[in-house]
């Protein structure tokens, strides 16, 4: 389980403070695959950087199985939307890398390499470098680099944000399969209503500087869920219901700043 | 014409050719036509022999005399300034304390440094040594510390969840990502110690290139001068095609390995 608690977050620019996060509260049970949806620039990169572990909170605490963190910490992965693999490795020392740095002995390393290689269909690719790699291919190596380090909690950051809207999908049912086989907790951070609907468990819409809870939807959808899930007219209901709340979130920010800058 | 626009190997080969051999023509026509006079300007067949003649009065004792000045100063020169560039550019307490002197040096010319290196240390090699160490170094260790800091900060932060501690983030991520760019500052800084040294023997040496420059200057032997000079060039050619294979092999995952 992990507990977000009264978690808030100032940044100093100059002698004005702003404040990214305002006191956010969330708790996320083991297993869960939960979405959180905002207007672009509303802070999701500080929020899931600060469950990473790479920034510390202003104020609040992030509490996981009862632990308070204090730092990054091999429970919790980090997927990026640049992929943002090391390109001086290939694949398969992409997906080691964290192996690499305890000390596995080989063979149970080279097994683990291989589940990844074999789950995401890299296998041919593994001597790649990522340069020779299309997007979809590289995010699928940086979601394999991190579940190698059998993470309980992957935090993914607008993983398929950069993608076509093609690739997008295929990726979409490939976290999916992913999912219902490796079960772990999952917070997707995303911009597309469409994509949160389709994976998740849970929606948390946000609202823009600072980041707040505006609304949680439950997703009612049975799972597996495939593809064609998304031309049916239920889904289509969801979807507007949380676009609207989103839109209204971003009219909200427009006039707040209008309302601001009179001032 | 189109900007960045790649062009066959062949057809990049030939062109390379035909801008030396343009400058050779120029040079042709000038000497042998004595429009210059030969004591200012000597032909192509003069500079030839007077290379033949270097050759047997032992002149690769002088290339190798240069070339292993050359490496040394250069070695202890990166020894230092690669470790010192790489704190520079990633810890700002030592930022503070060093850079500024480390910059005052680097806008003195190294040629500055050669009448103190003379009266501290003699004409002899250390002198040499120093002369290039004071000139290579402030500038590799600025370009090594700016190659190092311009290391993504993602790569950090994903090493850092991949949980690397603070020694594995230095040698599996900072050093490795920002490897290619030193490569090049090496390379680059290599060329320039070419200068120093050869500055450095016109000085005061007693063997190498730049000491048979000066002398073929004072007996007025231009065909050896000029000689000499086309040696140094074809030494720079050859070492920069060495940095340049070697960095295919080393950084065959750079976009650049593609086309290098």
Known sequence: MLKLKNISKTYNSGKEQVEVVSNLSLEVRDKQFVALVGPSGCGKTTFLKIIAGLLAPTYGEVILDREKILGPGKDRGLIFQNFNLFPWLTVSKNISFGLDLQKLDSKKKEEIVNHYLRITGLKDFAEFYPKNLSGGMQQRVAIARTLANNPKIILMDEPFGSLDSQTRSQMQEFLIDLWETERKTIIFVTHNVGEAIFLADKIYVLTKRPMRIKKIFKVPFLRPRKHALKRTKDFFASESKITQELDMTNDLTKALTIFNTDI | ?260
């Open chain 2, 1 to 260: 014409m189109k900007i960045r626009q790649s062009i066959s190997k062949r057809h990049y080969i030939l062109l390379s050719i035909s801008g030396i051999f343009l400058v050779f023509l120029l040079w042709s026509f000038l000497s042998y036509s004595k429009l210059i006079t030969p004591i200012f300007l000597p032909s192509p067949t003069q500079v030839l022999y007077a290379a033949l003649i270097l050759f047997k009065d032992n002149l690769l004792y002088d290339i190798l005399a240069s070339s292993l000045r050359i490496i040394f100063g250069f070695v202890i020169a990166a020894a230092i300034s690669i470790p010192v560039g790489i704190i520079i550019g990633t810890q700002k307490r030592f930022e503070a304390f060093i850079e500024p002197t480390v910059s005052f040096i680097r806008y003195i010319p190294p040629s500055a440094f050669v009448p103190l290196s003379i009266l501290w240390f003699g004409i002899g090699e250390l002198e040499k040594y120093f002369v290039i160490f004071i000139g290579v170094a402030p500038y590799l260790i600025f370009f090594v510390a700016n190659a190092v800091s311009h290391v993504r900060q993602e790569f950090v932060d994903a090493g850092l969840t991949l949980r690397a501690n603070t020694k594995q983030i230095y040698t599996k991520i900072i050093i490795p990502s920002a490897m290619p760019q030193m490569w090049e500052a090496l390379q680059l800084m290599f060329s320039v110690a070419w200068t120093f040294i050869i500055f450095a023997e016109i000085i005061a040496a007693n063997s190498g290139l730049g000491s048979i420059l000066i002398k073929s200057q004072r007996f007025l032997k231009t065909d050896k001068a000029i000689a000499i000079v086309i040696i140094i060039g074809l030494l720079g050619l050859i070492t920069d095609f060495l940095f340049k294979i070697t960095y295919k092999m080393f950084f065959p995952w750079t976009e650049k390995s593609r086309y290098a």
